[in-house]
């Protein structure tokens, strides 16, 4: 289906009446490994996804399925603790709709985490990626289907959906923190199974570092929106026919929990610094 603009402002216009005065300023996908953030935002206000008209369930493993609304590091945040996929059952517009709404609470900019896996072979499993371009060549696009003009324009340009302003603040950040940050491009495939040794390969060719199932859709929207993007790779894991051993859902869970210190430290670095 394609949603109007009346939907979108009604979404809006429920989450307005929760949050009185409230307006965040950053919204905030966090993905494996890093839900944990919602629960530390000071004032909290938790709307679950299911009571918000139009907005789909996350049934992905630890992903909360609700919005928070607060404070993180002297920021107003929208925290979405889970994502929608595609591999769910969802349109890639079902996908992106709570960006489009949060658009229309007054965010400005959109961080989004992933956990992937490594493609480049000189990088390792826990690294911290920053992205900086994305590709994205399966199926339709989110704004398939008639242009909601309340957004933006029927062709958006996509030369800088990752606001390069807000990378050399991330690096800045990772700097100060003595953290290692890896600089790279992310590929999307829709899974839910993990990619083939062939499919790594030819994404490695294609000038790929991590390949993974979320983030562009979102992006792709947020562009459109005219949103700054600051989005992150957790590397879980070396992606298919790079070690001899099957992928795992338990091993990207389990990297992602032994790296949310260093991961966590890192937003909240880039928060200060907005």
Known sequence: MNYTFAQYQESADYLKEKLGSFRPKVAMVLGSGLGFMGDEVANAIKVPYGEIPYFKASTAPGHKGQL???QLEGQDVAVMQ???????????EEVAYAVRVLRLLGAETLIVTNAAGCVNKDWKAGDLMLITDHMKFFLESPL???NLPEFGPRFPDASHLYTPALQELAVSAAEELGISLRKGVYMYFPG??????????????????????????????????????????????????????????????????????????LLRGCLKKL
Request: charged residues 20%; hydrophobic residues 40%; glycine residues 12%.
């Open 68 to 70: 928070v609304f607060g």
């Open 192 to 265: 839910p199974q993990y990619e083939t040794p062939a499919e790594v390969r030819a994404a490695r060719i294609l000038g790929a570092d991590a390949v993974g199932m979320s983030t562009a859709p979102e992006v792709i929207v947020a562009g459109h929106c005219g949103m700054e993007v600051l989005g992150f790779t957790l590397l879980t894991n070396m992606a298919a026919g790079i070690l001899n051993q099957p992928l795992s859902e338990q091993e990207v869970l389990e990297a992602a929990a032994a790296c949310k210190d260093k991961f966590s430290g």
């Open 82 to 92: 889970g994502r929608m996929h595609h591999y769910e059952g969802y349109s890639y």
């Open 144 to 146: 398939r289907g008639e």
